[in-house]
């Protein structure tokens, strides 16, 4: 199988939605490969695997494992790693760096960063370079010590100005698909109608162009979900129970029982 590229998913744009969503590891990126178009390694991987109260923590070490873990499950899917906080907004230079790195120790297909406006010009210096780069605007979790919290975006017609501009803008400069986070519905209609590249949404309208979801979240793995979530499995319970008969049988010596234990050939 050949795997999707960067540009034939940008070029889904009015085709079949596009389907993505996240994994960190190698277990689940083999259970959802068959089944999407493109995981994204993202740096929540700070908060739902390493268990840190923000994204700032991610670093380019660990995405490069995440991505490396990823990257040996997938065959088929569009494999994209989010560039960490710190790693790319200083300078076009440091981002090129960084993305650089990430491609080239994991093998992924394209880099996610986020902003909009402020980050044009370092999208369009990584994309002249061979770099794809997924845009990601709205609510930004990396800022979200400057937005007040995770708040959602667009409540207000200067807010909303102010996204649609930053949409324009990473596509412009060559981003080859926009992630929608956390905007209010109408919003996420008029940016799809209104750029040229796919928007992938998550907290964002059923009429984009793809969607995303964090893999534990729709799972039920997650303690708290927010609004856009839909759990589509509940294996936080499921794996509640599983562990709970184990502990049981093994206080009462049920298990292993005698199909799990090894006998002398002789
Ligand atoms: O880090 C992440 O999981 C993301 C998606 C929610 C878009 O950026
Ligand atoms: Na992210």
């Given amino acids: 199988t050949t795997r999707l590229t960067a540009p034939a998913l940008r070029s889904r744009k009015g085709a079949t ?38 994204t700032l923590g991610a670093s380019l070490e660990l995405m490069i494992a995440h991505g ?34 990430l491609m080239a120790d994991t093998g992924c297909g394209a880099v996610k960063l986020e ?24 609510l930004t979790p990396q800022s979200m ?22 949409a324009r803008a990473v596509c412009d400069a060559g981003a080859f ?10 919003l996420a209609e008029a940016i799809t109608r209104d750029i040229a590249a796919p928007t992938i949404g998550i907290g964002a309208a059923a009429a984009c162009d793809g969607q995303i979801l964090v893999l534990e979240d729709m799972l039920g793995l997650t303690e708290k979900a927010p609004r856009f979530v839909k759990r589509y499995a509940a294996l936080g319970e499921a794996v509640d129970r599983a562990v709970s008969n184990y ?20």
């Avoid at 389907?19 to 908060?47: E, F, K, Q, W």
């Fill in 115 to 138: 902003g909009g406006t402020g980050m044009a010009e370092t999208i369009e210096f990584l994309a002249e370079r061979g770099i794809p780069v997924m845009a990601h605007v709205g």
């Fill in 177 to 186: 698909s926009v992630v929608l986070e956390g905007i209010v519905e109408p």
């Fill in 68 to 101: 490396r873990a990823v990257m040996a499950g997938a065959s088929k899917a569009l494999v994209v790693v989010d560039m960490p906080f710190g790693s790319y907004e200083a300078s076009p230079a440091d981002a090129f760096r960084a993305a650089a790195r």
């Fill in 145 to 166: 010590n400057a937005l007040g919290g995770f708040r959602t975006q667009g409540h207000d017609e200067a807010g909303r100005d102010r996204i649609l501009a930053d």
């Fill in 17 to 54: 939605p596009i389907v993505a969503i996240t994994a960190y590891n190698t277990i689940m990126a083999r259970l959802v490969d068959p089944h999407v178009d493109c995981i994204l390694v993202g740096d929540s991987l700070a908060m739902v695997e390493h268990g840190m109260g923000s």
């Fill in 247 to 266: 502990a049981d049988e093994v206080r009462a010596r049920d298990f292993p029982g005698p199909e799990h234990v090894y006998r002398p050939r002789a």
